[in-house]
T-cell receptor, first 115, second 115 residues
Framework: AQSVTQLDSQVPVFEEAPVELRCNYS??????LFWYVQYPNQGLQLLLK??????LVKGINGFEAEFNKSQTSFHLRKPSVHISDTAEYFC?????????????FGSGTQLTVLP | DTEVTQTPKHLVMGMTNKKSLKCEQH?????MYWYKQKAKKPPELMFV???????INESVPSRFSPECPNSSLLNLHLHALQPEDSALYLC??????????????FGEGSRLTVL
């Protein structure tokens, strides 16, 4: 079985400050990892993904994440946030074995960027 | 065209009504999904269609009836719903059927209110 834990339900941060949204996963097999963003009254949008290769993954809107296998983490970072980054962020995992592999979402982190 | 289009955006229905939610994608994706999302929660998987065949039903009550008329269209028929079914219903598609890579393309959702 696979699971995802997002350690912070809400993260307030001032504009132009750096931010880190934390994500830890649990799986007995190799995984693919994702961050999705959901702006108010919209669907989810893929921010970035880790499938293989370099553990530092760059995504859209200046976000990046680092896959750490030993710590089973996939934290999302941005060096300088904007008001427009205010949204709900979901970490997600899919295991690479099993016949019915589906995406498992974390509980979400509400990022609020303050002026 | 990289969009998943959902209609209607908003729907209010009584518990005795019959209505349908519609979803369309023209990206040639082979898998389509229905998710249910309650406020401040992650999406919950309801159904998965792979190559136009229902491959996953996550024990969804029969008052929700999915239909995939062709590879571009996905419907969700609603009948005798309960107020607790009020939620945002998200349609998604992915390039690969079966297990997939976990990369999903979401529509903006249909916000359903059951009175």
């Amino acid at each position: 079985a696979q699971s995802v834990t997002q350690l912070d339900s809400q993260v307030p941060v001032f504009e132009e400050a750096p931010v880190e949204l934390r994500c830890n996963y649990s799986s007995s097999v190799s995984v693919y990892l994702f961050w999705y963003v959901q702006y108010p009254n919209q669907g989810l949008q893929l921010l970035l993904k880790y499938l293989s290769g370099s553990t530092l993954v760059k995504g859209i809107n200046g976000f990046e994440a680092e896959f750490n296998k030993s710590q089973t983490s996939f934290h999302l970072r941005k060096p300088s946030v904007h008001i427009s980054d205010t949204a709900e962020y979901f970490c997600a995992v899919i295991s690479l074995s099993g016949s019915a592999r589906q995406l498992t979402f974390g509980s979400g982190t509400q990022l609020t960027v303050l002026p | 065209d990289t969009e998943v289009t959902q209609t209607p955006k908003h729907l209010v229905m009584g518990m005795t009504n019959k209505k349908s939610l519609k979803c369309e994608q023209h990206m040639g994706h082979r898998a389509m999904y229905w998710y249910k999302q309650k406020a401040k929660k992650p999406p919950e998987l309801m159904f998965v269609y792979s190559y136009e065949k229902l491959s996953i039903n996550e024990s969804v009550p029969s008052r929700f009836s999915p239909e995939c008329p062709n590879s571009s269209l996905l419907n969700l028929h609603l009948h005798a719903l309960q107020p607790e079914d009020s939620a945002l219903y998200l349609c998604a598609s992915s390039p690969h059927a079966g297990a997939g890579t976990g990369e999903l393309f979401f529509g903006e959702g249909s916000r359903l209110t059951v009175l």
